[in-house]
């Protein structure tokens, strides 16, 4: 695992709620993104769509066609791209966006909000080198997809 300190997530808060009260983004919702089923599929969401998409860096179909490895054939006509790349995300300087619920810091409110928080792009860049260097250690070549 690769770790960097993370920001609160940007969206919108419930009434009664400011920013400052917005714990920084937790839980595992970055998986979920990472596979490409959270904010760069949200072109197939119209509620999440009209909830989030003016915090989204920009829109998600072409984020996902920049950092995703591509389509799954899995999901029919859909052309649902999947699966981060570190390496695509690095060469665009792209890093991934994930859709979360927005916390209260004090953990007395549970969830103040939803929005959208970015994978601190040091995170992408040390796995991206690190899946460099173990595969030149192995011998093998490197690869442009990590």
Known sequence: WWTAPAEPPVGRLDAGFTASDSLPAIGDSALVDALGFGCMAMHYAPKQMEALSSFMPEESQKRGESILLGVHGGFGDLHLNVACSASRAV??????????????????????????????????????????KSATAMGGATTSSA
């Open 91 to 132: 060469a665009s300087n792209k890093t991934l966006p994930v859709a979360l619920g927005i916390l209260d810091v004090q953990g007395k409110g549970g969830r103040i909000g939803g929005g959208i928080t970015l994978v601190s792009m040091v995170v992408l860049r040390d796995s991206f080198n690190a899946l460099q």
